[in-house]
């Protein structure tokens, strides 16, 4: 869910097209032509990738007789799968076959997933026994059904992982001018919120009300247009040639740093290494003092020397503009670790979210019942909205009131805050829904009974956690693409989605930790305590803040000079 907020900000890397009289035929590819094609898959791979993720709770409890806590745990993991995945994807792209053969590649690996996934929804004996939820008497899958469940996840998580952010840099790698790749993403910006907000609307209603099978077809054909566009514009798509993946270059300086550390530093810059190009304007002093030990990278040694007396790059010697941009990651890694426990709240918050829809009335008129999954839909909705208003109007009004721009960091404490304001909401929300099961005596009670309590509840705690994130993420994407080293740009939004999908994991892991030690997570939660879980998650959030607050306040900014909304000082709520 919330890698879909930040995607519309990818980072834009652009690769230079070959010009003169003797251009090659691959720099007449790209430009707008390439537009549709993109964006049409796009909006097919985005809609199979919602369609069957973000239901999927819903159909482990009601296919496949998942208990509702174990059914969390799974959606948790798969999803975090999900995030970490494009890691791959992007060093694949970067390092050996360019972004064209891995979007095309994991987009056919989708639709095998949706094909399974239909398969297994329309086959009865891939299934057990379908039961009422919360039953007693429910059979539990097979192992051979778990084993094709997980297949088709696995399947499913690797297509949606290996195509979202690299079609995007696909997508940028077509235009030459800053300005066209701008409008580019602000497409595929709004082809992403349009695509997710079908999957949340109209295909889990067809999931929760006509049937699974069809539900899960719709996906696949879906993908199936997604790729065969793709494919179609395969003939018009510039070709960007691998150029080696910036983070081999982080592995090398590690590496030599620890090669060598047993070499006393070097007092003169003349002792380093600058290597052959860009880096005549550091020649004149050395590297900086702090994270010492990774100087010894670019320190010169006698083994150091070719045989024609020069010095190169090897897993030995590293330039010093490569050390210091490892230093500039350390130096943000304490704010990037911040991120983590967020979207581990975020995740247990929306997991559990589903459950509480899944017991409450969700009837909207005498006739239409929204199902439970689809309650996510006002979550993104908020933040869609959000991140227009911030933008359109905030962000003058600020400057306005106060003389300064909203810094970055300015931006993610304030979706820190509304985010804790969130989750303070829905615990206060499910105490009010336990009190009315005690006062209709549900306790005890089949966990199919409904509570009588609007679900429509939901939708506040949802909207603000939904303002906090159009706050966050897109703040913490503009602190990293301007203060990551230029050889890490091109994967600073990689790096949001590596903190995301730790944060689910660790979302599982505190949900599981609780189910272990304590009773509030229960398979009926009627008979729980989830108000005191989300009790939980708020004091993570307030101490997670106040450690980002000391982080923000230690914090320096590394390229003011860079810095589109004009900082006055070194740090973001520090002042």
């Given at each position: 869910m919330e890698m879909q907020h930040v995607e519309g900000k990818l980072s834009m890397q652009t690769t230079p097209r070959e010009e003169g009289p003797h251009a090659s035929k691959e720099s007449k590819r790209g430009g707008w032509i390439t537009f549709p094609f993109i964006t049409g898959s796009v909006l097919g791979l985005s809609i199979a990738a919602g369609g069957w993720s973000a239901n999927l709770i819903v159909f482990l409890m009601t296919e496949f007789n998942v208990k509702s806590i174990a059914a969390t745990k799974i959606y948790n993991v798969v999803l975090?799968?999900?995030?970490?995945?494009?890691?791959?994807?992007?060093i694949s792209a970067d390092s050996f076959f360019g972004s064209f053969p891995v979007v095309s590649t994991f987009a056919f690996v989708s639709l095998l997933g949706m094909i399974m996934m239909t398969l297994t929804a329309t086959i009865?004996?891939?299934?057990?026994?379908?039961?009422?939820?919360?039953?007693?008497?429910?059979?539990?899958?097979?192992?051979?059904?778990?084993?094709?469940?997980?297949?088709?996840?696995?399947?499913?998580?690797?297509?949606?992982?290996?195509?979202?952010?690299?079609?995007?840099?696909?997508?940028?790698?077509?235009?030459?001018?800053?300005?066209?790749?701008?409008?580019?993403?602000?497409?595929?910006?709004?082809?992403?919120?349009?695509?997710?907000?079908?999957s949340f609307t109209a295909i889990i209603y067809v999931q929760?009300?006509?049937?699974?099978?069809?539900?899960?077809?719709?996906?696949?054909?879906?993908?199936?247009?997604?790729?065969?566009?793709?494919?179609?514009?395969?003939?018009?798509?510039?070709?960007?040639?691998?150029?080696?993946?910036?983070?081999?270059?982080?592995?090398?300086?590690?590496?030599?740093?620890?090669?060598?550390?047993?070499?006393?530093?070097?007092?003169?810059?003349?002792?380093?290494?600058?290597g052959t190009t860009g880096m005549l304007k550091m020649e004149d002093r050395s590297p900086t003092k702090s994270f010492r030990f990774l100087n010894h990278a670019a320190l010169k040694t006698?083994?150091?020397?070719?045989l024609d007396g020069s010095y190169a790059r090897s897993w030995r010697l590293c330039a010093v503009e490569e050390v210091e941009d490892l230093k500039k990651l350390i130096r943000?890694?304490?704010?990037?670790?911040?991120?983590?426990?967020?979207?581990?709240t975020i995740g247990i918050f929306n997991s559990l979210t589903i459950l509480q829809a899944l017991t409450m009335d969700r009837h909207l008129g005498p006739h239409f019942k929204i199902p439970a999954s689809s309650f996510l839909v006002f979550n993104l909705l908020a933040t869609t909205i959000s991140i227009f208003t911030i933008d359109n109007f905030l962000l003058h009004t600020w400057q306005n009131l106060t003389r300064k721009h909203l810094t970055p960091l300015q931006r993610i404490g304030i979706g820190h805050f509304i985010n804790i304001l969130g989750m303070v909401g829905s615990a206060l929300i499910e105490t009010r829904r336990l009190h009315v099961v005690r006062t209709h005596q549900l306790m005890g009670q089949p966990s199919g009974l409904v509570v009588p309590m609007s679900a429509l509840w939901l939708v506040l705690p949802l909207a603000v956690v939904g303002i906090g994130e159009g706050f966050h993420f897109p703040g913490t994407v503009a602190l990293y693409y301007q203060e990551f080293p230029k050889s890490l740009k091109s994967t600073s939004t990689a790096i949001v989605s590596l903190l995301i999908g730790i944060g689910l994991y660790l979302s599982t892991a505190i949900?599981?930790?609780?189910?272990?030690?304590?009773?509030?997570?229960?398979?009926?939660?009627?008979?729980?305590?989830?108000?005191?879980?989300?009790?939980?998650?708020?004091?993570?959030?307030?101490?997670?803040?106040?450690?980002?607050?000391?982080?923000?306040?230690?914090?320096?900014?590394?390229?003011?000079?860079?810095?589109?909304?004009?900082?006055?000082?070194p740090s973001g709520l520090a002042h």
């Amino acid at each position: 869910m919330e890698m879909q907020h930040v995607e519309g900000k990818l980072s834009m890397q652009t690769t230079p097209r070959e010009e003169g009289p003797h251009a090659s035929k691959e720099s007449k590819r790209g430009g707008w032509i390439t537009f549709p094609f993109i964006t049409g898959s796009v909006l097919g791979l985005s809609i199979a990738a919602g369609g069957w993720s973000a239901n999927l709770i819903v159909f482990l409890m009601t296919e496949f007789n998942v208990k509702s806590i174990a059914a969390t745990k799974i959606y948790n993991v798969v999803l975090a799968c999900s995030s970490l995945f494009p890691i791959a994807g992007a060093i694949s792209a970067d390092s050996f076959f360019g972004s064209f053969p891995v979007v095309s590649t994991f987009a056919f690996v989708s639709l095998l997933g949706m094909i399974m996934m239909t398969l297994t929804a329309t086959i009865h004996s891939l299934r057990p026994p379908q039961c009422a939820i919360g039953s007693l008497t429910c059979e539990t899958p097979s192992n051979l059904q778990y084993a094709v469940l997980y297949i088709n996840l696995t399947l499913a998580s690797l297509g949606l992982g290996g195509t979202r952010f690299t079609i995007a840099t696909m997508g940028a790698e077509q235009f030459d001018k800053t300005k066209d790749q701008g409008t580019f993403f602000s497409w595929y910006y709004f082809t992403l919120y349009i695509a997710n907000v079908v999957s949340f609307t109209a295909i889990i209603y067809v999931q929760d009300n006509v049937g699974w099978g069809l539900g899960f077809g719709i996906c696949a054909i879906a993908n199936a247009i997604g790729l065969a566009v793709l494919v179609l514009g395969k003939q018009f798509f510039l070709r960007v040639k691998p150029k080696g993946s910036p983070f081999t270059s982080i592995a090398r300086v590690m590496v030599a740093a620890i090669k060598k550390r047993k070499i006393l530093t070097a007092s003169g810059s003349h002792d380093y290494y600058f290597g052959t190009t860009g880096m005549l304007k550091m020649e004149d002093r050395s590297p900086t003092k702090s994270f010492r030990f990774l100087n010894h990278a670019a320190l010169k040694t006698e083994g150091d020397r070719q045989l024609d007396g020069s010095y190169a790059r090897s897993w030995r010697l590293c330039a010093v503009e490569e050390v210091e941009d490892l230093k500039k990651l350390i130096r943000i890694l304490p704010i990037w670790s911040t991120g983590i426990c967020l979207s581990t709240t975020i995740g247990i918050f929306n997991s559990l979210t589903i459950l509480q829809a899944l017991t409450m009335d969700r009837h909207l008129g005498p006739h239409f019942k929204i199902p439970a999954s689809s309650f996510l839909v006002f979550n993104l909705l908020a933040t869609t909205i959000s991140i227009f208003t911030i933008d359109n109007f905030l962000l003058h009004t600020w400057q306005n009131l106060t003389r300064k721009h909203l810094t970055p960091l300015q931006r993610i404490g304030i979706g820190h805050f509304i985010n804790i304001l969130g989750m303070v909401g829905s615990a206060l929300i499910e105490t009010r829904r336990l009190h009315v099961v005690r006062t209709h005596q549900l306790m005890g009670q089949p966990s199919g009974l409904v509570v009588p309590m609007s679900a429509l509840w939901l939708v506040l705690p949802l909207a603000v956690v939904g303002i906090g994130e159009g706050f966050h993420f897109p703040g913490t994407v503009a602190l990293y693409y301007q203060e990551f080293p230029k050889s890490l740009k091109s994967t600073s939004t990689a790096i949001v989605s590596l903190l995301i999908g730790i944060g689910l994991y660790l979302s599982t892991a505190i949900t599981d930790l609780i189910d272990r030690t304590t009773g509030w997570l229960p398979d009926n939660i009627n008979d729980g305590r989830v108000d005191n879980v989300l009790w939980v998650v708020v004091v993570i959030g307030a101490l997670n803040f106040g450690y980002f607050l000391g982080c923000a306040k230690m914090f320096k900014y590394q390229h003011v000079e860079d810095h589109d909304d004009g900082i006055d000082g070194p740090s973001g709520l520090a002042h």
